[in-house]
């Protein structure tokens, strides 16, 4: 029974799960000389969806390694159906029903998407010559696709994708395969609240019918929404367990961080001046936007939000130099900065933090020393045309100070760094430039609460020092919680713009949403 | 739906091969009208054989790049079994058969062995076979003791030069050429294998979490490119009727081999694989090199006409997929 | 459970590493340069006891340097391309280009041959900024685009050179092939400052940090502000200058210049980067390395041949050990998770599989 | 008075026994290890070692590299061999090295191709040019009758004896047959496969052409065998520069009627004979001296030509083999 014939089936209750339980017990995992997980001891059960949280680091990537083969723990065992597994490599994990949708979306670029979601598992068909069958591929990955509602064309090379799409066409992948246990690492980093919404749905019929779940995110709304149990980690233990009644999200976080939050709420003094920082008139770059128009003062806090492929990083990369314009203007203060490319643009004090760190953001294999100086390295100080390394460490540390990067040195590769502290060092590369405007895409996407709130300040603090701030997200409540201005961009177009207490999560939720809401009417006018 | 859209899309999927025949048609023409004796039946027939051997190895070859990884060790490895099997044949007169299944298995075992050092002790491939391509040219000194290959049995000439039957006027190895690549095409296209293998080639970090054998896809890619190589060693002992030390090595078909695949349409990172662009590259860099002949081109010259037919094509290869891409977005 | 302040540990922590010395890319004695050392003076010292002849005094071991160094002037351009990922098969074919083209000024021309090797090294220079043209406008991968190219350089190289090849250049120049300052030949008194350079530029240049990011990620270095074009002009132009140096060193060494002349360079050099720890794929590696990689294969060669290896065993023998070098780094990389690492991690930190310390 | 000085020397010389009494190293450094025709002269200088209380090591490069060859001589050199013998892939580039080696007293001979004339003591040519050049022209043109249009397959653009035999040729055929013409000259490059197609080029983009002379072994089976696929018996004749074992079939076959070269074997022989002299330095720049077996031989000017050019036929072709 996979999951194509379970999306083609008219409804839930087609059966055929036995319950499954699942089990991590005593689990530690040592990578070196550093410890990242002890005696972590987690039951999954069949039909229920179980919850990890912690701060960035804290292990939850890596127990689900663990848990799906990819990694082995240094101590501990794990247990399915009371019967102990050893699981040497993804595939054995495979072959007992278990499934890892990975943080980050592993790209191939160059298959097709229906191929994608089939490696390592093609149907083949013919008695003699097993040879793969190219028609069920199709079809299944259409029904899939389909049953996510996801408008994905099968035929489309991978690269294509952006990687919220990538992200989707992941969690589609583990509803192909014959599997009853399946974890999500932090899947709905990159969506969108309908989006989100989306997958919550298919994980509840997939609970209802008795597949076993598991479910990482930061984001405490979503996890009060979707879990049944809740196991909270905190570097590397385990500080917390039980039913989801047992927690509210207060507790949750301050059992995360270990300390109390200040609740997220709506930011109550602003910095806008008078003097303007950036004005772009008729910016277009074809396809993926057209006509866009906006003005920015300093000390301003701009919101971008919009659906996934809305083209909010096109326009932020059009700006920052990567990306021809094809009609429009753009300008800094007062001059025209259209089409400078950005290491100009670099030295007049714009930066960009890029939503995908590992592509975009920061090299993984170089130190986080190297990552943060290499923003500009002509702030390092230089003697004959050689960096002096001192400095260079100064900068570095200081950077990892600010910024609570948490590592165990500062020669040490982002490759050993979690997900949320590699999205830190990515900005503290930026900021540390100290630039007049920033653009923020995604700044917190896989971010824990604790940093998350750090970065808040952080984006305030500068605002508040006069530069000019661009952020683009799909969180609306990180929206609500720092912007002045926000525009709400559908299809390449600015649709509505939100200022002050206009800003709700309800009001830029239903700005973009609207858009699409537009588009079905068109298209169902259209059809009649 | 209807023909049309049939023939774009096919224009699309397969706009390398298309572009290819084009280009080489479109040369033999000229080139038949400047110099009729570039278009007799002879002359095409030696353009096509000229190419198999070429045509043979580079289909390993193609494997090999598709999975992201080069192979520079074919050279040696063509070179001695062409000199284990010719040297065996000339003087114990080895059937054609045990010929055929010894250069396989040589093939078999030290592509094997390049795979075995890239997956186990993942070493870069080109370091590996940079490697194995001094280690196994080592072999053939070993093995020939300096001597070489003059004469080969009759059965081999045939096999070489050969037709299967009197009204069939294809030569034998274009008629293996053809088999070999109908059996590619299938592994490549229609195997779990094939497409494991590519799937390797795009992220193989992804295809291990996958649940692919990522290390034994690699044994089996290399152990299949050594395979094809050193079966075009065969091919080339059999067609050129003999074998010296550095057959293969002292023609860089290691660097051909690579540029042909590309022309192909393969590139050079991995991820997909063009069999029969492949073949029709090194097609068209036969007919490229006979027509240098016919134009009564210096000598000297020829090899940067390889250098810029690689570039022509590369780069217009390269226009297309990129226009394909923004298609498919679009 | 919680801690009364706000502050988080990993703040503490990382304050108390920042004493670390940050040594990555300079001088990284514990990581592969210092295997590379104990291999050079296991070589050397191997030889000079196992080999008679291998070591007659100083003055001859440092003239066997003439042997190998025309390589590694090439090793030391090619180690810039590959630091960025590319690579530049045509450095053996613009290293002869360049030596029959400054032979036939001087024996056709009659000009100066010291003018002449001047505009050898500016040939050089535009061999190699042809390649990188087209690489970046032609959009054309770094293997494919310098097979071409050199497919292209050798055959102008064979035209120039024409049936009866100059040669018999002036003892002046002569010497730098094969000539000595006292017991210092010329061309090590060259290569020794070239590579200082090159290691200072890669190692301590925002130049150098720049070329290794535009290796390990040339879409960050994008993003980063790099001109990635300037970045890849300089490597495959530097690339193409150190070829032409080589080229003229053979022209020197042998008082001949010959189209095929520059043949054996590329296999030989492009094993001496790996083996020095260059990763194919770019970014990785150190420039250290490779000028060690230089002198034990050079060194090895010539050791192996004086104690009377063929040159087939000799081969054979170089290309093992590259393999097994490049294996047994791989065991033991640090940054890798292998079984090698595990082991290393263990004899390194016996207390690590002790119970956890708190 | 010249002449009568040199023969009485050479006298002096042929009477003399030579000298054997202390055991020296010679080395025979061919272009590359691996052809048929090296082998040949290692299979005579191995025996005539033997008999001169020769230390013998045949070694060289893997491919026809100075390079290599100069690595080898480097060794050599540091190994404190007393003579070295050797065929050099080209002139110039291997002069230093082995001046480098004449320096510290090592005797050195070159044989086959030659190296500058300030690199060796001796050189042992293996034919004149001008007799070379003839003897291919007159293997062919027997055949292809005296206004044919001929082909040149050589190995490279620039191989120094290559390219001397066509000058010689070239000469010859001006005044022998003045209405044969070179249509075209190609190059093989040493490789049978390349070879090979640029036969079949040959014959497909010149259809006139009746002859191909091949002065190189690879080339002259390559033109054989292109003949040979296009079913040319008979109308094309080949002929070149190659050991009898290659061309054995082809001679068989009729493709090759004459293809002149040299005993190698005797060769190798004459290369240790010349060693062991060159080292008792019982032999001058202009000499004469009888070598047991191998003849007598003129020294001009530190030339010796070994022998007149050897043309194998179908006739004689059974009694060699190397
Ligand atoms: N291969 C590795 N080698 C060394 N350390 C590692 C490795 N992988 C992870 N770590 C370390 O293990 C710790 C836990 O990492 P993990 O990815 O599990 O965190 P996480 O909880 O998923 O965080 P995030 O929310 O940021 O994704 C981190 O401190 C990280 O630096
Ligand atoms: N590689 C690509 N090449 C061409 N077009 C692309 C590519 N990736 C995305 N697009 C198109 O560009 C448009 C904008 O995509 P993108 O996902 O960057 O928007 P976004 O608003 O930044 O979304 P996100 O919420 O992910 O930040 C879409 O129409 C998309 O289909
Ligand atoms: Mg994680
Ligand atoms: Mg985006």
């Known amino acids: 029974m996979s999951f194509a014939q379970w999306a083609a089936s008219p409804g839930p209750g087609v059966g055929g799960h036995e319950g499954r339980i699942y089990r991590a017990c005593n689990i530690g995992k040592r990578f070196g000389p550093v410890t990242v997980l002890r005696d972590v001891d987690a039951t999954l059960r069949a039909g229920r969806v179980l919850t990890i949280m912690g701060e960035n680091g804290a292990g939850k990537s890596t127990l689900f390694k663990i848990l799906a083969g990819q990694l082995r723990p240094t101590s501990g065992h794990i247990e399915l159906d009371g019967q102990e597994l050893s699981l040497g490599a993804p595939s054995a994990a495979h072959a007992h029903g278990i499934y890892l949708v990975p943080q980050e979306p592993m790209l191939m670029p160059e298959l097709s998407v229906a191929e994608m979601m089939f490696v390592g598992h093609m149907p083949t068909s013919g008695r003699f010559l097993k040879r793969v069958d190219w028609r069920a591929i199709r079809s299944r990955a259409r029904a899939v696709l389909d049953a996510l509602e996801l408008d994905i064309g099968i035929d489309r090379p991978a690269k294509t994708l952006s990687i919220a799409q990538l992200q989707l066409v992941e969690c589609a992948k583990a509803l192909l395969h014959e599997c009853r246990v399946i974890l999500f690492d932090e899947p709905t980093s990159p969506l969108t609240a309908h989006e989100v919404e989306t997958l919550f749905g298919i994980m509840r019929r997939l609970a209802g019918d008795g597949y076993t779940l598991s479910f990482i995110s930061h984001r405490t709304e979503e996890v009060m929404e979707i879990s049944d149990d809740i196991v909270v980690l905190r570097d590397g233990r385990m500080v917390g367990a039980a039913e989801r009644g047992a927690f509210d999200r207060a507790s949750l976080l301050s059992l995360m961080v270990g300390r109390e939050l200040r609740t997220v709420s709506r930011r109550t003094k602003s910095h806008v001046t008078q003097e303007l920082a950036l004005s772009v008139k008729g910016l277009t770059h074809e396809p993926s936007f057209r006509d866009v128009d906006f003005s920015l003062r300093r000390g301003e806090i701009l919101g971008l939000a919009g659906l996934i492929g809305a083209g909010r990083t096109e326009i932020a990369e059009t700006i920052f130099g990567l990306r021809q314009v094809d009609r429009g203007t753009v300008k800094l203060g007062n001059t025209d900065i259209t089409g400078v490319p950005s290491h100009d643009l670099i030295r007049r004090g714009v930066a960009y933090v890029p939503e995908d760190r590992g592509r975009h953001g920061a090299v993984l294999p170089m130190t986080i020393t190297e990552n943060i100086t290499s923003s500009r390295m002509e702030r390092v100080r230089q003697t004959a045309g050689l960096m002096s390394r001192g400095h260079e460490t100064e900068i570095g540390a200081k950077a990892v100070r600010d910024f609570r990067i948490r590592c165990a040195g500062l020669d040490q590769t982002l490759l050993e760094l979690s997900g949320g502290n590699q999205q830190k060092v990515v900005f503290a590369k930026w900021i540390s430039t100290e630039p007049r405007l920033v653009i923020l895409d995604e700044p917190t996407r896989g971010v824990d609460v604790g940093a998350k709130e750090e970065i808040y300040e952080l984006i305030d603090r500068m605002a508040a020092s006069g530069t000019a701030v661009v952020v683009i997200s799909s969180e609306s409540e990180e929206l609500v919680r720092l912007c002045d201005r926000v525009l709400c961009i559908y299809e390449g177009r600015i649709v509505a713009e939100l200022a002050g207490e206009e800003i709700t999560p309800q009001s830029v939720t239903a700005s973009y949403v609207g858009g699409s809401q537009a588009r079905d009417a068109e298209f169902e006018k259209a059809g009649a | 739906m209807g023909t049309k859209d049939d023939i774009e899309r096919v224009l699309r999927r397969r706009g390398r091969e298309v572009a290819l025949v084009g280009v080489t048609l479109a040369l033999v023409v000229v080139l038949g009208i400047l110099q009729p004796r570039f278009v007799h039946l002879e002359n095409l027939r030696f353009m096509l054989l000229g190419s198999v051997v070429l045509s043979l190895v580079a289909l390993g070859q193609t494997f090999v790049i598709a999975m992201r990884g080069i192979d520079l060790s074919v050279a040696p490895l063509l070179g001695l079994s062409a000199m284990v099997c010719g040297l065996l044949a000339q003087s114990q007169g080895l059937p054609l058969w045990i010929a055929f299944a010894l250069s396989l298995g040589i093939g078999v075992v030290l592509g094997a062995f390049n795979g075995l050092l890239v997956s186990a002790l993942s070493i870069p491939p080109i370091v590996v076979t940079l490697g194995t391509y001094s280690i196994y040219s080592g072999f053939i000194f070993i093995y020939s003791q300096g001597t070489q290959v003059f004469s080969i049995p009759a059965a081999y000439g045939h096999l070489g030069n050969g037709y299967l039957v009197p009204w069939l006027p294809i030569p034998i190895p274009v008629l293996v050429l053809l088999v070999v690549l109908a059996l590619c095409s299938f592994l490549l296209g229609y195997t779990r294998f094939g497409r494991a293998l590519l799937a390797v080639g795009n992220n193989d970090a992804a295809a291990y979490n996958a649940g692919i ?113 923004a298609e498919a977005v679009a | 459970m919680s801690r009364p302040d706000a502050i988080p540990a990993s703040a503490v922590r990382s304050e108390a590493n920042t004493v670390k010395p940050f040594n990555r890319r300079h001088f990284p004695l514990d990581g592969w340069e210092m295997t590379l050392v104990v291999l050079l003076v296991l070589v050397l010292v191997g030889f000079s006891w196992a080999a008679p002849g291998f070591y007659d005094g100083m003055p001859d071991l440092l003239s066997m340097a003439e042997n190998f160094l025309p390589f590694g002037f090439v090793a030391l351009g090619l180690s810039l391309v590959i630091f960025t990922g590319g690579i530049d098969l045509s450095v053996s074919t613009t290293a002869s280009l360049t030596a029959v083209v400054v032979a036939q000024l001087w024996h056709g021309f009659g000009m100066n041959i010291w003018v002449a090797a001047g505009i050898g090294l500016l040939l050089g220079a535009l061999l190699g900024a042809i390649n990188v043209l087209v690489i970046i406008r032609l959009k054309i991968e770094p293997l494919i685009a310098t097979l071409a190219t050199s497919f292209i350089y050798g055959s102008i190289a064979t035209a120039v050179a024409g049936n009866a090849p100059p040669s018999g250049f002036p003892d002046a120049f002569n010497a730098l092939g094969g000539g000595a300052l006292g017991i210092l030949p010329y061309q090590l008194l060259l290569f020794v400052p070239l590579c200082l ?42 690339s193409g200058v150190m070829a032409a140096v080589a080229g003229l060193v053979l022209a020197a060494y042998y008082s001949a210049a010959r189209p095929d002349m520059g043949d054996p360079l590329l296999l030989a050099t492009l094993t001496m980067v790996v083996l020095g720890g260059v990763s194919i794929f770019g970014g990785e590696g150190t420039m250290l390395g490779v000028i060690l990689a230089v002198f034990i294969l050079g060194f090895l060669r010539q050791g192996m041949m004086i104690a009377g290896f063929s040159d087939m065993v000799t081969t054979m023998v170089t290309g093992a050990i590259l393999i097994t070098s490049i294996a047994v780094k791989n065991l033991f990389n640090k940054r890798g998770t292998g079984l090698g690492n595990q082991l290393w991690a263990l004899l390194r930190r016996p207390e690590a599989t002790g119970s956890e310390p708190e | ?126 034919t004149s040019y001008p007799a070379f050049g003839k003897a291919l022209v007159d293997s062919v043109a027997k055949y292809t009758g005296p206004d044919a249009k001929i082909a040149i397959l050589s190995s490279t653009k620039d191989a120094t004896i290559q390219n001397a035999w066509i000058d010689a040729l070239k000469a010859y055929m001006k005044t022998a047959y003045p209405k044969m013409e070179i249509v075209t000259t190609q190059y093989g490059e040493s490789s049978p496969s390349k070879s090979l197609t640029a036969g079949l080029n040959i014959i497909q983009a010149h259809p006139d052409v009746t002859g191909i002379i091949a002065p190189d072994g690879a080339a002259e089976v390559g033109a054989a065998a292109a003949v040979q696929k296009l079913g040319k018996t008979g109308k094309i004749f080949v002929t070149g520069a190659s050991d009898p074992d290659s061309i054995r079939q082809y001679v068989k076959a009729g493709i090759i009627k004459a293809s002149p070269l040299w005993d190698e074997v005797k060769e190798g022989q004459l290369v240790m004979y010349v060693a062991r002299l060159a080292h008792n330095n019982a032999l001058k720049p202009n000499d004469h001296f009888e070598a047991p077996g191998l003849g007598s031989f003129e020294v001009k000017n530190k030339v010796i030509v070994f022998s007149k050019p050897l043309v194998f036929t179908a006739e004689n072709i059974g009694k060699y083999h190397f």
């Open chain 4, 1 to 126: 008075l010249g002449v009568a000085a040199v023969t009485a020397t050479g006298a002096l010389a042929a009477d003399q026994k030579v000298d054997t009494s202390k055991r020296i190293k010679v080395a025979m450094v061919p272009k590359l290890i691996g052809l048929s025709v090296f082998k040949a002269n290692e299979q005579g200088a191995k025996k005539e070692a033997k008999k001169l209380n020769i230390d013998f090591l045949y070694t060289g490069p893997v491919t026809a590299s100075a390079q290599g060859q100069v690595d080898v001589f480097n060794s050599l050199i540091a190994r404190k061999f007393d003579v070295i013998t050797t065929t050099a892939n080209n002139p110039t580039e291997l002069a230093p090295a082995l001046r480098r080696a004449m320096k510290k007293g090592i005797k050195v001979v070159s044989y086959d191709s030659d190296v500058a004339p300030d690199a060796r003591d001796f050189f042992i040519q293996n």
């Open chain 3, 197 to 238: 350079g090159f290691w200072l530029l890669v190692a301590r240049s925002a130049y150098g940090r720049k070329l290794v990011m535009v290796g390990y990620n040339r879409e960050v270095a994008l993003y980063s502000g790099i001109r990635v074009e300037r970045i890849l002009v300089v490597a495959y132009v530097l």
């Open chain 2, 213 to 325: 054998p990522v290390g034994g896809i690699r044994i089996a890619v290399y152990a299949l490119s050594g395979m094809l190589a050193s079966f075009a060693g065969l091919m080339f002992l059999c067609y050129t009727g003999s074998a010296t030390v550095t057959a293969g090595t002292g023609d860089h078909i290691e660097l051909q081999s690579i540029a042909v695949a590309l022309v192909g349409g393969t590139p050079i990172n991995g991820g997909r694989g063009n069999l029969i662009g492949t073949v029709l590259g090194s097609l068209f860099l036969s007919v490229v090199l006979t027509a240098l002949v016919f134009l009564r081109v210096p000598a000297i010259w020829y090899s940067a006409g390889e250098g810029l037919m690689i570039l022509a094509t590369v780069q217009a290869g390269l226009r297309r997929h990129r226009a394909r891409d």
